[in-house]
Structure formats: structure tokens, C-alpha cells
């Protein structure tokens, strides 16, 4: 992707450019403004203004500093300079050891989509190859092995999700099988491993850790192999920039370490936080579990509601991380205070939402939200249909909840019931066997509530 000449920088298929400063923002609701049209990302407000010009790529650093994405730089100095200069090719991974990403695994994806925007190269590297070793950055014990079929299956499923940030001309997308699975262990070990300190690969956080529980020899590869694999991407692309979390730190350096032995080239490393909430928990965790980008596993509306409901000490770091509302819009938003805060956080999930799952998802999600805690329902609300034998049968609420995903688990639904936070209708559920009855459900529904955040409306079928 290139800057046009007056660095507006355009879009990078489809992602919203920054609303203009100083610009007075229409309602998000409001039927004139559709919020853009390019992919299904919002763009910015009406216009009448000019849109502001994105961040010259000389001080893209300080752009990323300044929005909570720098952690650690290993050559901070010279990786500037190297910004400054022109195009840098730089890489992320996404090792799929899942079906989807998760939302965690928005901080890369919109880091990298700063980057490209501002003219810079992207490359989204999927671990087709490392995911059969497992990643133990952050693990207490062996990732379980999954089949390359797999593997493979979960790649083309997540592929669409990052291509929704990586994307545009210049963009490349990668699958480290291609070069991984050929190899020939006597030459690797021969050519690559032995560029390799046993002493220093033990002194890494993601190593050390594993040591007194045990770390699998499998395992102790990853680093080699994630070292190859920019390697390999300097080769090829002249890519001399890895990001990633701050997990990630030992094995972005044993990467520009052995592109350094091998080619006397600088290289450069750049790691992210890793996002907690203010309460201290995981960001993307929740009762019923992961928050994912995938919509079959975490539907627009719980993703919309997670991001709504969010501690109020967050909202101004999720607006910066995962928006990209100007700053000094950020700062106008998270200047509120009590009620009045709710504003932001509605901004917040409307864009987080429209990002990930397109324009028309997040103004449904925002309805729908709207229906169910205003008192009403409707279609707009997520559905679980059960069926007349299931209640006649007697049917457990703390069944229904695991069922219709709002508790990852029946020991999960037991305790939000035995907490007072379950209630089906108006009424509240107070015990933990207690039964729904066949004449609670309406003929349009009935809303489930767990919690202040969570809601299905429940639909009975003959």
C-alpha cells in the first residue's frame, strides 16, 4: 500500500478512516449517517470537514506508543529511523490452534492495520507449521496435539478474520507449513540449530517457566522454528520487523539474532502488552467463556454486549487499542464521568463491533441491545428455540443457560443461579434445580437474563 500524495493515506480496503478533528460526530443510530460502506467498516462522520491526515510514518512509533501498543523495542532508535525512511515490511503470526481468533488477538491485527496504514507492508503469518509443535509462551502444560487436517481446517477458518485487517495490494498472507514441513532435520539441525545457545534459550521467560513442571523437547523447538520463520520472510520479502505480544519477546530476538549471524543485517522487534482488565482478568474472558471473531462461536450481540459492559477504568484504553477514533476524540469520550460514561462505552462496542463483523451486524447488535434492556425483545435478540417435549420433560434452568450459551458449563449456570443472577421473565431464579415451566414461555418469546449483561430470548417449538 502507498500514501497518495497529499498523505491522506485512503483506506486500506475498507478500514474507517479517522474521523475529522475538531468535527462534531453524528449519532451512531441515526438513519443519515451509515456509517460508510467500503467492506462493511465504518468510515467517518458526515462530511462537511476535512478528514484528518493519518500519522506521518516517521513518527508511527510514537502513534503506537501513544494508543498502548508498545511494550518493548529492541532497537527503538534504529527502528525509527528505519520507519522513517520509507516502506518496512513487517510480519505478525497466528498460530491456529483454534477454529477463530479470539478477541485478544485484535491488539496485533490493529497494530499491524496502523502500520499498513500508514504505507508500511503486512504480513499475516499463519503457524500451519508451528501449531503441530505448540506454542508454550504462557502455558502451564503441553498444548494438546491436534491432526494437520486439523490444523489446516482451523487456518482457512481464520484466514477471512485477519484478512478483514490485513488486506490492500501490498499485503501477504503466509502459511509457515509451506517451508516448515519439507524440512530435513539432520540439515536443519546442521544449518540452523546449531546457531543456537541451549544457555540462552533456558534463560527465556516462556522456557523458564515451563522448567520446573517440564517442557517437552517438542516444545523447545518452537523458538527455533519461529526464528526460521523470519528467516525465512527476510529471504523473501526483505521483511526486517516481527510484532507481537510481549510473550513473544525471547523468540522475535532469536529471530533478528540469527538473521544477524547469518546475513550481518539489522532486524527489529516490537511487542505489545498483554491486555488485562482493570479487575485483573484476561480481556475476552467472560462466564460463557472466550470472546471470539468468529460469529458462529460469539454472535455480533454478545460481542457487542462484552465490549459495552466493560469496567469503566477500560474504556478509554479499548477506544485507543481497538478503535480508530482519533485521540483527541478518546480523550473528549473518557473526560466523563458516572452515566454519562455509558456514551462512550456505547461508541466503544459499536466500533469494536463494526470492524469485526461489518456495519450492519453492529447497528443490529445496538438495536437489539437497545430491546432487550429497554424492557422489550424481539427478533433482534439472540434465540434459543427449545422444544414443547424438552419442557414437558421438565427442563432444568441451569441446563437451559448452558444450553443457550449464556454459562460455559452446568457447574457455571449453578452459580450464577445460587448468586441471585439468573431471572426468566420478570421472575427470578432462585434455586438450583428449578424448573421452567411450559406456560413462562410466550408465543414471541421470553428473555433469559443472567446477569446485567447477558440475554437469550428462549422460544418454544412443537
Same mark, same amino acid.
Given at each position: 500500500?502507498?500514501?497518495?500524495?497529499?498523505?491522506?493515506?485512503?483506506?486500506?480496503?475498507?478500514? !474507517?478512516?479517522?474521523?475529522?478533528?475538531?468535527? *462534531?460526530?453524528?449519532?451512531?443510530?441515526?438513519?443519515?449517517?451509515?456509517?460508510?460502506?467500503?467492506?462493511?467498516?465504518?468510515?467517518?462522520?458526515?462530511?462537511?470537514?476535512?478528514?484528518?491526515?493519518?500519522?506521518?510514518? &516517521?513518527?508511527?512509533?510514537?502513534?503506537?506508543?501513544?494508543?498502548?501498543?508498545?511494550?518493548? %523495542?529492541?532497537?527503538?532508535?534504529?527502528?525509527?529511523?528505519?520507519?522513517?525512511?520509507?516502506?518496512?515490511?513487517?510480519?505478525?503470526?497466528?498460530?491456529?490452534?483454534?477454529?477463530?481468533?479470539? +478477541?485478544?488477538?485484535?491488539?496485533?491485527?490493529?497494530?499491524?492495520?496502523?502500520?499498513?496504514?500508514?504505507?508500511?507492508?503486512?504480513?499475516?503469518?499463519?503457524?500451519?507449521?508451528?501449531?503441530?509443535?505448540?506454542?508454550?509462551?504462557?502455558?502451564?502444560?503441553?498444548?494438546?496435539?491436534?491432526?494437520?487436517?486439523?490444523?489446516?481446517?482451523?487456518?482457512?477458518?481464520?484466514?477471512?478474520?485477519?484478512?478483514?485487517?490485513?488486506?490492500?495490494?501490498?499485503?501477504?498472507?503466509?502459511?509457515?507449513?509451506?517451508?516448515?514441513?519439507? /524440512?530435513?532435520?539432520?540439515?536443519?539441525?546442521?544449518?540452523?540449530?546449531?546457531?543456537?545457545?541451549?544457555?540462552?534459550?533456558?534463560?527465556?521467560?516462556?522456557?523458564?517457566?515451563? /522448567?520446573?513442571?517440564?517442557?517437552?523437547?517438542?516444545?523447545?523447538?518452537?523458538?527455533?522454528?519461529?526464528?526460521?520463520?523470519?528467516?525465512?520472510?527476510?529471504?523473501?520479502?526483505?521483511?526486517?520487523?516481527?510484532?507481537?505480544?510481549?510473550?513473544?519477546?525471547?523468540?522475535?530476538?532469536?529471530?533478528?539474532?540469527?538473521?544477524?549471524?547469518?546475513?550481518?543485517?539489522? &532486524?527489529?522487534?516490537?511487542?505489545? !502488552?498483554?491486555?488485562?482488565?482493570?479487575?485483573?482478568?484476561?480481556?475476552?474472558?467472560?462466564?460463557?467463556?472466550?470472546?471470539?471473531?468468529?460469529?458462529?462461536?460469539?454472535?455480533?450481540?454478545?460481542?457487542?454486549?462484552?465490549?459495552?459492559?466493560?469496567?469503566?477504568?477500560?474504556?478509554?484504553?479499548?477506544?485507543?487499542?481497538?478503535?480508530?477514533?482519533?485521540?483527541?476524540?478518546?480523550?473528549?469520550? &473518557?473526560?466523563?464521568?458516572?452515566?454519562?460514561?455509558?456514551?462512550?462505552?456505547?461508541?466503544?462496542?459499536?466500533?469494536?463491533?463494526?470492524?469485526?463483523?461489518?456495519?450492519?451486524?453492529?447497528?443490529?447488535?445496538?438495536?437489539?441491545?437497545?430491546?432487550?434492556?429497554?424492557?422489550?425483545?424481539?427478533?433482534? %435478540?439472540? &434465540?434459543?428455540?427449545?422444544?414443547?417435549?424438552?419442557?414437558? *420433560?421438565?427442563?432444568?434452568? +441451569?441446563?437451559?443457560?448452558?444450553?443457550?450459551?449464556?454459562?460455559?458449563?452446568?457447574?457455571?449456570?449453578?452459580?450464577?443461579?445460587?448468586?441471585?443472577?439468573?431471572?426468566?421473565?420478570?421472575?427470578? %431464579?432462585?434455586?438450583?434445580?428449578?424448573?421452567?415451566?411450559?406456560?413462562?414461555?410466550?408465543?414471541?418469546?421470553?428473555?433469559?437474563?443472567?446477569?446485567?449483561?447477558? %440475554?437469550?430470548?428462549?422460544?418454544?417449538?412443537?
Amino acid at each position: 500500500m502507498t500514501a497518495s500524495k497529499d498523505n491522506d493515506m485512503g483506506t486500506l480496503e475498507g478500514f !474507517p478512516s479517522p474521523p475529522a478533528t475538531g468535527c *462534531a460526530r453524528q449519532s451512531l443510530a441515526s438513519p443519515d449517517n451509515d456509517m460508510g460502506t467500503l467492506e462493511g467498516f465504518p468510515s467517518p462522520p458526515a462530511t462537511g470537514c476535512a478528514r484528518q491526515s493519518l500519522a506521518s510514518p &516517521t513518527r508511527m512509533l510514537d502513534v503506537l506508543r501513544e494508543r498502548g501498543f508498545v511494550q518493548q %523495542v529492541s532497537d527503538e532508535p534504529g527502528l525509527a529511523a528505519s520507519l522513517g525512511k520509507g516502506q518496512v515490511t513487517f510480519y505478525a503470526g497466528f498460530d491456529p490452534t483454534a477454529p477463530s481468533l479470539h +478477541v485478544g488477538s485484535m491488539i496485533p491485527l490493529m497494530a499491524m492495520a496502523h502500520l499498513a496504514r500508514a504505507g508500511h507492508r503486512p504480513i499475516a503469518l499463519l503457524g500451519g507449521g508451528t501449531a503441530m509443535v505448540g506454542d508454550p509462551s504462557g502455558r502451564t502444560e503441553l498444548r494438546q496435539m491436534m491432526t494437520v487436517e486439523t490444523i489446516q481446517e482451523n487456518r482457512r477458518s481464520i484466514e477471512p478474520q485477519v484478512r478483514r485487517f490485513v488486506a490492500g495490494e501490498s499485503a501477504i498472507i503466509v502459511d509457515n507449513a509451506e517451508w516448515l514441513a519439507p /524440512l530435513h532435520y539432520l540439515e536443519f539441525l546442521r544449518d540452523i540449530g546449531r546457531q543456537f545457545s541451549v544457555n540462552r534459550m533456558l534463560a527465556a521467560e516462556a522456557y523458564r517457566q515451563r /522448567l520446573e513442571k517440564g517442557l517437552s523437547f517438542i516444545e523447545f523447538n518452537y523458538q527455533i522454528l519461529q526464528a526460521y520463520d523470519f528467516l525465512i520472510l527476510y529471504r523473501r520479502y526483505g521483511c526486517t520487523l516481527q510484532v507481537g505480544g510481549d510473550d513473544q519477546w525471547g523468540n522475535i530476538l532469536a529471530g533478528t539474532d540469527l538473521i544477524r549471524r547469518l546475513h550481518q543485517a539489522e &532486524t527489529y522487534a516490537l511487542t505489545f !502488552p498483554l491486555i488485562t482488565t482493570a479487575a485483573g482478568a484476561k480481556m475476552g474472558k467472560t462466564a460463557a467463556g472466550a470472546v471470539w471473531l468468529a460469529a458462529e462461536r460469539t454472535s455480533p450481540f454478545d460481542f457487542y454486549q462484552y465490549f459495552i459492559n466493560v469496567d469503566d477504568r477500560d474504556v478509554g484504553r479499548f477506544l485507543k487499542l481497538l478503535t480508530f477514533l482519533p485521540m483527541d476524540e478518546i480523550g473528549r469520550l &473518557t473526560a466523563r464521568e458516572g452515566a454519562e460514561l455509558r456514551t462512550a462505552k456505547q461508541i466503544l462496542a459499536y466500533e469494536v463491533t463494526a470492524i469485526v463483523h461489518g456495519k450492519e451486524a453492529a447497528e443490529n447488535a445496538q438495536n437489539a441491545a437497545r430491546a432487550a434492556f429497554g424492557g422489550g425483545g424481539g427478533e433482534l %435478540v439472540p &434465540t434459543h428455540v427449545v422444544s414443547a417435549a424438552e419442557l414437558s *420433560a421438565g427442563l432444568k434452568t +441451569v441446563d437451559l443457560l448452558a444450553a443457550a450459551g449464556l454459562a460455559v458449563s452446568k457447574s457455571a449456570a449453578r452459580r450464577l443461579v445460587a448468586q441471585g443472577g439468573v431471572r426468566l421473565g420478570t421472575r427470578k %431464579v432462585s434455586s438450583v434445580e428449578d424448573v421452567v415451566q411450559s406456560s413462562e414461555i410466550a408465543g414471541d418469546g421470553t428473555l433469559l437474563h443472567a446477569g446485567k449483561k447477558h %440475554v437469550r430470548r428462549i422460544v418454544a417449538k412443537s
